[in-house]
């Protein structure tokens, strides 16, 4: 059933010309009549604001003076990376905002002398989700989260020069929009299931060890510790939580454990994303870490991002607790799901009218978080009864929630003829 012979009890009127009398309270302006690029819907605008470098958590190796930040230690690096550089980051207090964003470029004030680095990492949450994996945002290229979200957090990391020089970070500015979704938001296009559990894969893994060492997140590692490492900060956690995680199994049994240092051999190989958004190493498949494919194959002339040599296929660091309590008495390969992955069960429909606008609540009277300029496919996540909209005698309550962009759309623009979507759960 389409637009032109849908019950009264559902949707809307087709014929265009009674928005006239009621797309005010929803749209800005009227926009080209058949827009098919997601690119075409936007935010209100873009939304800039400057860092306070002077409020940090989770802080690893960090001194401020006068408002700059050093390393405080250039010797202290993770632990499992082994790598010859002193290291330390801060998380700053979370930024909300009044629009959803997807995309975030930053404006640093460094100085690195040779040999030194820093890295703006970003993640970011909206109220229904989790916080998204972490992402980096270098010069002149934006940081690109895997959905919308309304609520923005910076981790800031220096890293010093195996000689002992340490980089200054003086300053940070920021801005933030909404553009198309990002390549590994999980819309599929067309109407259907596009749920993904969370992405598993055999790896082999080592044993951290290194009792009284400091991992990346700033945890001091104790006797019988339980906790991975993984060769990537986009799924580090702060210290103490367990927001990334991972489920390890081995021989005996499993274990979930929190992600708490970047390691082994590699620190920007997220092996577990596609490869359309793998921070490196793009031409491996999912699923296989730069160690393995280099101590297997060759990969890399066999060797790390660092250069060194690689000796073992390790793509997963265990904790001593951890490493044993799955059943482990060397290394070996075990099974690892990625549980911050995959997507939530999502439905995508296609959408109808020009100018809709998505709001951060299920009401009109909500602020305004983007818009879809024309026609297109949407990926739904949830839905809920919320502000009554009415066209000219088509009537419904219910909204659908937009995980890509950040907000609620009313049910009456979803281009199918049930007022209430078929297959799509209660937020």
Not at 131 to 139: D, G, P
Not at 152 to 171: H, M
């Amino acid at each position: 059933m389409r637009r032109t012979d849908r019950p009264r009890s559902g949707r809307r009127l087709a014929v265009a010309a009674v928005l006239l009398t009621t797309l005010s309270a929803f749209a800005l302006g009227p926009g080209p009549a058949a827009a098919q690029d997601p690119a075409a819907n936007r935010a209100p605008g873009p939304v800039a604001w400057r860092a306070d470098l002077t409020a940090g958590s989770d802080e690893v190796n960090i001194i401020r003076a006068g408002g700059s930040l050093r390393l405080r230690d250039g010797r202290l690096r993770p632990a499992s990376a082994r790598a010859g550089r002193g290291q330390g980051s801060t998380v700053l207090p979370t930024r909300v905002l009044d629009r959803a964003v997807n995309r975030i470029t930053v404006d640093l004030d460094a100085t690195t002398p040779t040999g030194t680095g820093t890295a703006v990492d970003l993640r970011g949450r909206d109220g229904l989700g989790g916080w998204t994996e972490w992402r980096e945002a270098r010069a002149g290229e934006p940081a690109v989260l895997p959905r919308a979200v309304t609520e923005v957090q910076v981790r800031l990391t220096l890293i010093g020069a195996p000689a002992g020089a340490t980089p200054e970070i003086r300053g940070l500015g920021l801005s933030a929009h909404l553009g198309a979704p990002a390549a590994d938001a999980g819309a599929t296009g067309t109407a259907g299931v596009a749920a993904a559990a969370p992405f598993s894969a055999r790896v082999f893994a080592t044993r951290e060890g290194l009792v009284g060492g400091t991992t990346a997140n700033g945890h001091v590692i104790v006797p019988n510790d339980h906790f991975v490492a993984l060769p990537s900060r986009r799924g580090l956690s702060p210290k103490g939580s367990t927001e990334y995680s991972v489920h390890v199994c081995g021989p005996a049994r499993c274990e979930t454990a929190p992600v708490w240092d970047v390691g082994p051999w590699n620190t920007h190989d997220d092996h577990w994303n596609p490869s359309s958004v793998r921070e490196t190493f793009k031409d491996l498949p999912q699923g296989k870490p730069e160690a393995q494919a280099a101590y297997e194959n060759g990969y890399n002339g066999g060797r790390d991002e660092f250069g060194r040599r690689v000796l073992n296929p390790a793509g997963i660091d265990l904790a001593d607790g951890t490493f044993y309590n799955i059943g482990l008495d060397d290394n070996g390969w075990v099974t690892v799901t990625y549980l911050w992955t995959g997507d939530a069960t999502s439905r995508s429909f296609p959408t109808w009218g020009t100018g809709v606008n998505i709001r951060k609540q299920a009401t009109s009277a909500s602020a305004q978080v983007a818009q879809l300029a024309g026609p297109t496919t949407v990926r739904v996540q949830c839905q809920v009864h919320g502000q009554l909209v009415q066209i000219d005698g088509y009537s419904n309550d219910a909204w659908s929630y937009l995980p890509d962009y950040g907000g609620y759309v009313s049910n009456i623009y979803i281009d199918v003829p049930e007022g209430w979507l078929p297959g799509v759960p209660t937020c």
